[in-house]
């Protein structure tokens, strides 16, 4: 059983590029968390999302930032008009049940470089 | 709102030695919660879990973490420290409705040869 794959591993942006970061669920998860981990910091909830619906996104910056999930295909978390403070690394879990006892099982990590 | 404090960003100990890392936590409602591993440049690995069962949890590669409700603490021990466990560890927290998980700054375990 696959694990949670993210692509690109390492993305290079200049500033006002747009950013798009790719998450596939483990097989037969349906839920899926976006997390930002700046330099030095733990990591930060984003956005939690089930098939084609936002359920929680509380932590997402208000401009410039959105997420999807649809019903084929990856999760998208998509920034716009990067700008230097954006670069960290973006963590997508996903895990196969509602509750918080749920475990969430963690994706490689995209690494977001801004020049 | 639910929080996780962990004391010391880097503990440094000998091969062979225990190993403990920190954790309280802060929640208005039973807690969930979870030790976390990462390796440099790679993702987060779960270690162990608390869900409300056993009040000490044995996780992956010799790890275990007790449950303490009056001292509000989930604090991580090896009773060993191996130099493949030189990592940094976080500790976070959930609760049953809500789902986010809410993390500590993190740990980064030394282990001196």
């Known amino acids: 059983n696959a694990g949670v794959m993210q692509n690109p591993r390492h993305l290079v942006r200049r500033r006002g590029q747009e950013a798009r970061l790719r998450c596939s669920p483990m097989?037969?998860?349906?839920?899926v968390y976006w997390y930002r981990q700046l330099p030095e910091e733990g990591l930060k909830f984003m956005v939690y999302?089930?098939?084609?619906?936002?359920?929680?996104e509380s932590g997402m910056p208000k401009e410039r930032f959105s997420a999807e999930f649809p019903k084929e295909g990856p999760s998208i978390l998509r920034i716009q008009q990067v700008v230097r403070g954006d670069s960290a690394a973006y963590f997508c879990?996903?895990?196969?049940?509602?509750?918080?006892?749920?475990?969430?099982?963690f994706g490689p990590g995209t690494r977001l470089t801004v020049l | 709102a639910q929080s996780v404090t962990q004391l010391g960003s880097h503990v440094s100990v000998s091969e062979g030695a225990l190993v403990l890392l920190r954790c309280n936590y802060s929640?208005?409602?039973?807690?969930?919660l979870f030790w976390y591993v990462q390796y440099p440049n790679q993702g987060l690995q779960l270690l162990l879990k608390?869900?409300?069962?056993?009040?000490l949890v044995k996780g992956i590669n010799g790890f275990e973490a007790e449950f303490k409700k009056s001292e509000t603490s989930f604090h991580l021990t090896k009773p060993s420290a191996h130099m493949s466990d030189a990592a940094e560890y976080f500790c976070?927290?959930?609760?049953?409705?809500?789902?986010?998980?809410?993390f500590g700054t993190g740990t980064i375990l030394r282990v001196k040869s």
């Open positions: 879990a996903s895990s196969p049940g509602t509750s918080g006892r749920s475990t969430q099982y």
């Open positions: 929640s208005s409602v039973p807690p969930y």
């Open positions: 976070a927290v959930s609760v049953e409705y809500g789902n986010k998980l809410v």
């Open positions: 608390y869900t409300s069962a056993a009040t």
């Open positions: 999302l089930q098939k084609e619906n936002i359920i929680d």
């Open positions: 097989k037969g998860h349906s839920h």
